[in-house]
């Protein structure tokens, strides 16, 4: 039996955070993009349990640690992050995360203020 | 040593623009940076590319191999670019283009009865397991510790896993390669047109070349074929952690023969008592002093967090009743030999995932750079040892020893192949800390040319180290160094792919640096 030829790989992984995304309603397509984003391409170290936000919660104040609960993050700062990499955090490339998501994820968490 | 003028880069970037368009090529800082060493134990800028291009299909690739060529400006491949602790996405040396394939992210094929995947270089592992489990594909893939990082490439730099598929070189059955005159080579049966056995037979008809695409800058891989492990219908974890540092040795022998025999088909590793600790938090919660942690802090530590000196578990996949015998199997062979008994588990078919021995996603693993704060990173130096536990433990004694002299805890730990032993310790540093990434380095110079004295050599290095390992193979004046040359300025005489990889230049650097 020969199944999946020529698929996407990014793109079959995105589907099911996506799916959980356009559930939600109350907020902007855009911001909801970029939650969806967001934790398909950040949540690996970025959610409650993952190794990002265990290396910040020993560098910032209690309860600022995940990124989606941090106040005061701008779109501005995110970007330059990905793209520059900060601390042990590795730079994330425009070939990996072209700039059009970085835009959603980097909107949609400094939209938490 | 090649330098081509800012004036003959964007020359070459503008013509590979042609093929991806403009979006996929990156010469600006910002998209220079992205191929920097994360993990950089010297300046990060020495060692950037001129810029980067992305194509999208292996067609882009040949066309983008043909105009490096005609421009003389040299590409530095990557799928990825997780190679942390090893150089990570950044080139040998300055004056490169990176040929970046992380848009080549397609599973072409997964075939569940004779079980293999066909895989592009960007795939992930995270990709892997993902398409897997989402299909219901009764097939296992086999992962390093962290899985951010490329199937393919992490198979053509001969990573290991901890399944029986765990020596993924091992595993790989095919590929496609983009050559230096930008035509395509498929290796082993995929040479035959219409061939029905491409990643069934690995060998084809003549020489094999699927291994001289490893660990080397002969070609371009476009496709891999991968072979993974039937869903097993049950497996059985046991666990051990040693009390003592020196009950390493005979655990390790305990362990030889039922490697050698095949009752333990995984890899199992012996992680140290500082590779579990920095999985669960930064030394700073133990320890505040410089240098490497005392050996009564230490064990303060160890107890507290309830681990042993090392720690390792012997997984068994499979039938349950091969199962049930090969566990009695394995509690006989260590029984008397170490002064602890193993902690066992089970998983069946149809439980989650999770703690079966398939590797889920993850990128804990990369937690360990924490252990110090500041901008953490790690430097991996992974001699090869015997499978032997006097031997292990003298590679273990005079490393751990020149790590502590040099100011560093060690980190280690030996993971289990059926005759050797990949020995992965880390050197864990601050990059913000110049004093310590100038022990750091000289630390790896000394590990490097202490192995090689004692007749260890490295199974994999980091990038800045290519040619001071390449050099401890030196048997016969450099024999195998002059044939690698040889192949090299015979299939890629204009030196276009990875000029340095592994050591191996071709005849325009060689001459430059003379």
Same mark, same amino acid.
């Given at each position: 039996? @020969?199944?999946?030829?020529?698929?996407?790989?990014?793109?079959?992984?995105?589907?099911?955070?996506?799916?959980?995304?356009?559930?939600?309603?109350?907020?902007?397509?855009?911001?909801?993009?970029?939650?969806?984003?967001?934790?398909?391409?950040?949540?690996?170290?970025?959610?409650?349990?993952?190794?990002?936000? @265990?290396?910040?919660? @020993?560098?910032?104040?209690?309860?600022?640690?995940?990124?989606?609960?941090?106040?005061?993050?701008?779109?501005?700062?995110?970007?330059?992050?990905?793209? @520059?990499?900060?601390?042990?955090?590795?730079?994330?490339?425009?070939?990996?995360?072209?700039?059009?998501?970085?835009?959603?994820?980097?909107?949609?968490?400094?939209?938490?203020? | 040593?090649?330098?081509?003028?800012?004036?003959?880069?964007?020359?070459?970037?503008?013509?590979?623009?042609?093929?991806?368009?403009?979006?996929?090529?990156?010469?600006?800082?910002?998209?220079?940076?992205?191929?920097?060493?994360?993990?950089?134990?010297?300046?990060?800028?020495?060692?950037?590319?001129?810029?980067?291009?992305?194509?999208?299909?292996?067609?882009?690739?040949?066309?983008?191999?043909?105009?490096?060529?005609?421009?003389?400006?040299?590409?530095?491949?990557?799928?990825?670019?997780?190679?942390?602790?090893?150089?990570? +996405?950044?080139?040998?040396?300055?004056?490169? #283009?990176?040929?970046?394939?992380?848009?080549?992210?397609?599973?072409?094929?997964?075939?569940?009865?004779?079980?293999?995947?066909?895989?592009?270089?960007?795939?992930?592992?995270?990709?892997?397991?993902?398409?897997? &489990?989402?299909?219901?594909?009764?097939?296992?893939?086999?992962?390093?510790?962290?899985?951010?990082?490329?199937?393919?490439?992490?198979?053509?730099?001969?990573?290991?896993?901890?399944?029986?598929?765990?020596?993924? +070189?091992?595993?790989?059955?095919?590929?496609?390669?983009?050559?230096?005159?930008?035509?395509?080579?498929?290796?082993?049966?995929?040479?035959?047109?219409?061939?029905?056995?491409?990643?069934?037979?690995?060998?084809?008809?003549?020489?094999?070349?699927?291994?001289?695409?490893?660990?080397?800058?002969?070609?371009?891989?476009?496709?891999?074929?991968?072979?993974?492990?039937?869903?097993?219908?049950?497996?059985?974890?046991?666990?051990?952690?040693?009390?003592?540092?020196?009950?390493?040795?005979?655990?390790?022998?305990?362990?030889?023969?039922?490697?050698?025999?095949?009752? #333990?088909?995984?890899?199992?590793?012996?992680?140290? #008592?500082?590779?579990?600790?920095?999985?669960?938090?930064?030394?700073?919660?133990?320890?505040?002093?410089?240098?490497?942690?005392?050996?009564? &802090?230490?064990?303060?530590?160890?107890?507290?967090?309830?681990?042993?000196?090392?720690?390792?578990?012997?997984?068994?996949?499979?039938?349950?009743?091969?199962?049930?015998?090969?566990?009695?199997?394995?509690?006989?062979?260590?029984?008397?030999?170490?002064?602890?008994?193993?902690?066992?588990?089970?998983?069946?078919?149809?439980?989650?995932?999770?703690?079966?021995?398939?590797?889920?996603?993850?990128?804990?693993?990369?937690?360990?750079?924490?252990?110090?704060?500041?901008?953490? +990173?790690?430097?991996?130096?992974?001699?090869?040892?015997?499978?032997?536990? +006097?031997?292990?433990?003298?590679?273990?004694?005079?490393?751990?020893?020149?790590?502590?002299?040099?100011?560093?805890?060690?980190?280690?730990?030996?993971?289990?192949?059926?005759?050797?032993?990949?020995?992965?310790?880390?050197?864990?540093?601050?990059?913000?800390?110049?004093?310590?990434?100038?022990?750091?380095?000289?630390?790896?110079?000394?590990?490097?040319?202490?192995?090689?004295?004692?007749?260890?050599?490295?199974?994999?290095?980091?990038?800045?180290?290519?040619?001071?390992?390449?050099?401890?193979?030196?048997?016969?004046?450099?024999?195998?160094?002059?044939?690698?040359?040889?192949?090299?300025?015979?299939?890629?005489?204009?030196?276009?792919?990875?000029?340095?990889?592994?050591?191996?230049?071709?005849?325009?650097?060689?001459?430059?640096?003379?």
């Amino acid at each position: 039996m @020969r199944i999946a030829h020529a698929i996407a790989a990014v793109s079959l992984v995105a589907l099911p955070a996506l799916a959980v995304a356009a559930s939600d309603t109350g907020t902007a397509p855009a911001e909801r993009a970029g939650e969806a984003q967001f934790r398909e391409r950040c949540g690996g170290c970025h959610l409650a349990d993952g190794f990002g936000t @265990r290396v910040l919660e @020993r560098r910032v104040p209690d309860g600022q640690a995940e990124l989606e609960r941090r106040a005061g993050l701008t779109s501005q700062y995110i970007t330059l992050a990905v793209r @520059r990499g900060i601390g042990s955090m590795p730079a994330i490339r425009e070939a990996e995360l072209p700039d059009e998501e970085l835009t959603e994820i980097a909107a949609y968490l400094g939209a938490n203020k | 040593m090649r330098e081509l003028s800012a004036v003959q880069v964007e020359r070459a970037l503008a013509a590979f623009a042609g093929v991806v368009g403009t979006a996929n090529v990156y010469s600006d800082a910002i998209g220079r940076a992205g191929y920097r060493d994360a993990m950089a134990p010297v300046d990060p800028a020495t060692y950037e590319p001129r810029g980067a291009v992305a194509p999208a299909s292996v067609e882009e690739v040949q066309a983008i191999v043909r105009l490096a060529g005609e421009h003389g400006l040299p590409l530095w491949p990557i799928s990825r670019g997780k190679n942390f602790g090893y150089g990570g +996405a950044a080139p040998r040396i300055l004056g490169v #283009v990176m040929l970046d394939l992380v848009r080549m992210n397609r599973i072409l094929e997964v075939d569940v009865e004779q079980g293999y995947v066909l895989l592009e270089p960007g795939v992930g592992f995270d990709d892997l397991y993902h398409h897997l &489990v989402d299909n219901k594909i009764p097939l296992w893939m086999s992962a390093p510790a962290h899985t951010w990082g490329s199937v393919v490439g992490n198979a053509l730099e001969r990573g290991v896993g901890y399944t029986p598929y765990g020596e993924h +070189a091992s595993k790989v059955c095919g590929l496609e390669v983009v050559t230096a005159d930008g035509s395509i080579l498929r290796t082993g049966m995929g040479a035959m047109p219409g061939s029905k056995t491409w990643q069934l037979f690995p060998y084809g008809f003549g020489p094999a070349w699927d291994g001289a695409f490893m660990q080397s800058n002969f070609g371009i891989v476009t496709k891999m074929g991968l072979w993974l492990m039937p869903e097993p219908e049950n497996t059985v974890e046991l666990r051990m952690a040693l009390p003592n540092v020196e009950d390493l040795p005979a655990a390790i022998d305990a362990l030889r023969p039922l490697k050698l025999d095949g009752t #333990v088909a995984a890899n199992p590793s012996f992680g140290n #008592v500082i590779r579990g600790l920095a999985s669960r938090g930064p030394r700073s919660q133990y320890y505040d002093g410089e240098g490497p942690m005392p050996p009564d &802090v230490l064990e303060r530590a160890r107890k507290e967090a309830g681990i042993g000196h090392w720690n390792f578990s012997v997984r068994l996949f499979g039938d349950p009743r091969v199962n049930a015998i090969n566990a009695e199997r394995v509690r006989s062979a260590f029984a008397g030999k170490v002064p602890v008994e193993f902690t066992e588990s089970q998983w069946n078919r149809g439980n989650p995932l999770r703690g079966s021995g398939s590797p889920t996603p993850s990128l804990g693993a990369l937690g360990v750079v924490d252990w110090l704060g500041g901008a953490g +990173a790690h430097l991996t130096f992974s001699p090869v040892s015997a499978f032997s536990g +006097a031997e292990a433990w003298k590679q273990y004694t005079t490393v751990r020893g020149m790590f502590e002299d040099a100011g560093f805890d060690y980190y280690g730990g030996f993971t289990a192949g059926q005759r050797y032993l990949n020995h992965i310790t880390m050197i864990i540093l601050d990059r913000n800390d110049e004093g310590m990434r100038e022990r750091a380095n000289t630390l790896f110079s000394n590990l490097i040319r202490v192995a090689a004295e004692n007749g260890w050599g490295e199974y994999r290095t980091h990038t800045l180290w290519y040619d001071e390992v390449a050099q401890t193979y030196g048997y016969n004046d450099g024999a195998l160094r002059r044939w690698n040359e040889a192949v090299k300025d015979a299939v890629d005489p204009k030196g276009i792919i990875a000029p340095g990889k592994m050591g191996i230049w071709p005849r325009v650097d060689r001459e430059g640096k003379a």
